[in-house]
């Protein structure tokens, strides 16, 4: 696609975006009867922080590629979603700016979790933070999932509470350096917003293990994992755990699945009952 060509379908989406928004969706009232549909072009304008001038040679593609700022002003004025957002960073050139899910869990990655009945699943942050479990999610790692944001932030108490490290201790060292190549990849993705270098921080200043690590600056999300689980019911449990991203990038699905000849489906099965009965107790 040529920049002229760019420019147009630029112009072309703007005027159809504006078409689309009634004054009340962008807060300003009604005011006297308008001849079209939509925002008026002055107060687009106006929302985005950009001249009258300027703005109607952009729906006009009689402008230059707008800025960054520009282009974020305008999606925010026209109350573009993500897509959207993202179609008019492609149409001006620039790269997309990363996404965010937040804690948001969308319905449908919890209906399928709750389909996955044999299998322990968990959902949580790209910062580490357990968004939510299935029974069995729940009935395999325990007291984990449980507390406030920081006390099920997984990655936080793996470097601030060793002794309540879940997993087989010849497997800590390799963990410890995933979890911190997990984390480098969304600081990296994130750009060091607030969020996360707080985080990173406050791992740095309380973890010489974290901080030795980080240094190392080695960047890898995880996509597959075998671990050893110590679950206080059922004593060990050699799962193999797969990491479903979401297109958002910042909530991930983690599914457990037994290894194979290793007594861990067995001890899976018991853990589903024993779980059922304590909820059913509770």
């Known amino acids: 696609m040529t920049a002229r060509q760019e420019l147009h379908d630029l112009a072309d989406f703007l005027r159809r975006r504006r078409a689309l928004l009634r004054p009340v969706d962008a807060g300003l009232p009604e005011g006297t009867r308008r001849r079209t549909p ?141 979890h911190v190549a997990d984390l480098r990849a969304a600081f990296t993705r994130r750009s060091g917003d607030r969020e996360v270098t707080a985080l990173v921080q406050e791992l740095q200043a309380a973890s010489s293990e974290f901080a030795r690590l980080w240094d190392l600056h080695d960047v890898g999300v995880r996509r597959s994992d075998r671990k050893t689980i110590i679950n206080g019911e059922v004593g060990a449990i050699e799962m193999r755990c797969e990491v479903l991203l979401t297109p958002d990038e910042d909530v991930a699905m983690h599914a457990f699945f037994p290894l194979e000849g290793t007594g861990a489906q067995e001890k899976l099965d018991l853990l589903a009952v024993i779980g059922t009965q304590l909820m059913r107790s509770s």
């Open 38 to 178: 939509g925002l008026r072009r002055e107060e687009v304008a106006m929302l985005a922080g950009v001249s009258v001038d300027y703005y109607t040679r952009l729906e006009q593609a009689r402008s230059s590629t707008p800025s960054v700022g520009v282009i974020t002003g305008i999606a925010q004025a026209l109350q573009c979603d993500q897509d959207q957002r993202d179609h008019l960073f492609r149409l001006t050139g620039h790269p997309t700016p990363p996404r965010r899910a937040g804690r948001h869990v969308r319905p449908g990655l919890i209906a399928l979790g709750n389909r996955l009945t044999d299998l322990p699943v968990v959902i949580t942050t790209d910062l580490g933070e357990v968004l939510w479990a299935n029974p069995l999610g729940q009935a395999l790692l325990g007291d984990q999932l449980e507390g406030t944001p920081r006390e099920r932030n997984i990655i936080l108490r793996w470097f601030t509470d060793p002794s309540g490290r879940h997993l087989a201790e010849e497997q800590w060292e390799r963990i410890s350096a995933a």
